[in-house]
């Protein structure tokens, strides 16, 4: 008997040890998590008590250096734990994650930016006032999504309409494309929980920002790119639930064709992209239902009503729009009549050189990881092409279908590339890279379970951590534009805002503006709404004053009177950005010295100058050389057409 118990002692021995591990292990990681949510909070707390008092080149150098820190403490747990956690702690680790890049991304509103984004953002800011004044028709405007939604924010919480927009565009959109990206992975992959590992890293990257065509910042199509996340994971639902003959409603479907209106007032172009793969995965269905394939294609729900739907509902919004239809026009009138694509590069590549880089190393920042992740779809596309792709049929077919959906999407985008359009085809670009960042991601998935398999769990969890912790740096640095690829914050000051308001209140409506790269055409959309009529009626809506004849002939050039505009932001991005190239310090500071040139206007951030033709009358205007005492915040002294006015 003392015999036969000895083994089952012996049994008991070996087994209570692995129990003891297993709870350690679990406890182990709870700790770890709970040090990566506490630093992320503290992080964010660090960065938030540290206001932007003045403009910022650079978000990254600006913020505190303790908030990267704890950030950095956060993202490297949550990896830790994700890689080595299982179940609900890996999803917890997941969501850590996603948080921690949420974070990083919404890092203008957390560090009180007074407005996120100039240029096509300062527009979208005068388009929304137009909604909340009810000057504009939310029906005949071609993408109020945005617009609309950052209203109904503001009124809900209170909030102005420049802090809601930003909250609807950073956290709201941001937030979606982190979530569904990780959920579709998770959705595509053999194993769910590595999926959504891999989908919460990849969504970490923001790989269709690009910040050339694809932005942070109140843009519509960018946001409508990061919403079409939601809308693949919504197609894939559809996809795999229940059978139907593609017409019949269900609850599935309806949120599937609310997703399309969704994506479509958010902004068209990127709506008829999702539309084009609607297409394509009815077009493939089509086909194997005709030749009898024994394949998941042939099963699956029909997206017919759904393709019909989606692009009834893209014809009934847009066809009737001039903008769209003269876009539509000028780009195939391009395409006919030769590209600019290599001329612009040429141009760039110039600039680049005189501030001492190349249009290569830039590449490089911006699409390396990008690049990285295109080669992964790749394997994965081809491998469903050759039909060599394992796993459960519904998910190889969604993986088929995102392939073949793929391929009109880069014609158009080469397409935009060879044609005189602008930067546009990098918006395809923008989408394309949400279809290679769940397709690398599933890519990276099926690699690691691999690799476990081959070595071990812990070998595979080494390799994860070590690519993370090159790819992940490198995509977070161009998430917000800064120096680091030649580009401003997107900065907008109060004091900016505020001078450019008073200029407005307070001018001669017979003086022309001229400004620095151009007029003053964003602050005039931001400040009475964007119309045709103002920029119509503005003068010198978007006048720029030359480069050779900035700092040393103005008053010459011009025959008459003209208002120059000049920000902090003007001269910080000109001589420390670009070194000079266009705009020197010293040309700036003629400014002051120059006889015929007064300052008339002036706070920290802003300055407005009226420049007399060479030998006309000063006496309308006092001379504006006022002392720093007298520049004091939301102190300004105004000469305009003979007025002095204190404000």
């Known amino acids: ?282 077009a493939v269905q089509f086909v194997g239902r005709r030749l009898g394939l024994d394949h998941a294609v042939a099963a699956q729900r029909r997206v017919y009503g759904q393709a019909l739907f989606g692009l009834a509902a893209f014809g009934f919004w847009v066809l009737n729009n001039e903008r769209v239809a003269g876009a539509l026009f000028g780009t195939l009138n391009s395409v006919v009549a030769g590209g600019e694509a290599a001329e612009t590069v040429t141009q760039r590549a110039g600039s680049l050189a005189v501030i001492g880089t190349s249009i290569e190393a830039l590449f490089l920042k911006l699409f390396a990881v990008s690049v990285v992740y295109c080669a992964l779809a790749a394997v994965l596309m081809l491998a469903a092409s050759t039909d060599r792709l394992d796993g459960a049929p519904s998910r190889t077919a969604m993986v088929g279908y995102l392939t073949a959906g793929f391929v009109p999407v880069l014609g158009v985008f080469l397409l935009t590339f060879f044609a005189s359009v602008g930067d546009m085809y990098f918006r395809y670009l923008g989408f394309i890279m949400v279809i290679a960042t769940a397709l690398g991601a599933v890519t990276l998935s099926k690699a690691a379970g691999r690799v476990r398999a081959r070595f071990s769990r812990r070998t595979a969890g080494a ?97 008459g009177r003209r208002y120059m505009p000049v920000t902090a932001a003007d001269h910080v991005r000109e001589v420390r950005l670009y070194d000079g190239l266009r705009f020197s310090a010293a040309e700036f500071a003629s400014m002051e010295t120059t006889p015929g040139i007064h300052r008339v206007q002036s706070n920290p951030g802003y300055s407005l100058y009226l420049v007399a033709s060479d030998g006309g009358d000063t006496s309308r205007a006092s001379v504006g050389n006022e002392t720093a005492s007298a520049t004091i915040a939301r102190t300004e002294v105004i000469a305009v057409a003979g007025r002095g006015v204190q404000r």
Request: hydrophobic share 50%; proline share 6%.
């Open 463 to 559: 390799l994860v951590l070590a690519l993370f912790l090159v790819l992940v740096p490198l995509a977070a640095a161009t998430v917000h534009p800064s120096p680091y690829m030649y580009q401003g914050s997107g900065h907008v000051t109060e004091r900016t805002m505020d001078g450019y308001a008073t200029t407005f209140e307070l001018r001669d409506p017979e003086v022309e503006f001229a400004g620095v790269r151009g007029g003053p055409r964003r602050m005039v959309d931001a400040y009475y709404g964007t119309t045709t009529e103002t920029a119509q009626s503005f003068p010198g809506y978007e006048a720029s004053v030359p480069y050779a004849v900035f700092g040393h002939n103005v008053t010459e050039y011009y025959d």
């Open 1 to 282: 008997m003392s015999a036969e118990r000895a083994p089952m002692r012996a049994g008991t021995a070996q087994h209570e040890p692995s129990t003891d591990a297993t709870a350690a292990h679990t406890r182990g990681l709870r700790v770890l998590l709970t040090v990566g949510f506490l630093a992320l909070a503290a992080g964010v707390v660090v960065a938030r008590s540290s206001p932007a008092a003045a403009y910022e080149l650079s978000i990254y150098a600006q913020t505190p250096l303790g908030f990267w820190l704890l950030a950095g403490v956060a993202a490297a747990t949550a990896a830790v734990a994700a890689t080595a956690g299982r179940g609900f702690l890996r999803r917890l680790a997941a969501f850590l994650l996603g948080l921690t890049a949420l974070s990083v991304a919404s890092l203008p509103l957390i560090r009180g930016y007074y407005f996120y984004g100039g240029g096509d953002s300062l527009s979208h800011l005068g388009w929304a006032r137009m909604l909340a004044d009810g000057r504009l028709d939310p029906t005949t405007f071609l993408y109020p999504g945005v617009h609309s939604l950052s209203v109904f924010v503001a009124r809900l919480t209170g909030l102005s309409l420049r802090t809601s927009i930003t909250v609807v565009v950073l956290p709201v959109f941001t937030g979606l494309f982190l979530l569904f990206v990780a959920l579709l992975v998770r959705a595509l992959a053999d194993d769910p929980g590595r999926g959504v590992l891999f989908g919460a890293l990849s969504a970490a990257l923001f790989l269709p920002i690009n910040n050339i065509s694809v932005h942070t910042k109140v843009h519509p199509t960018s946001q409508a790119i990061l919403f079409s996340a939601v809308c693949f994971y919504v197609l894939f639902r559809y996809l795999t639930s229940d059978q139907s003959d593609g017409f019949s409603p269900t609850p599935v479907g309806a949120l599937l064709a609310l997703t399309t209106l969704g994506v479509l007032v958010v902004h068209p172009q990127q709506a008829l992209n999702f539309v084009v793969v609607l297409w394509v995965v009815a």
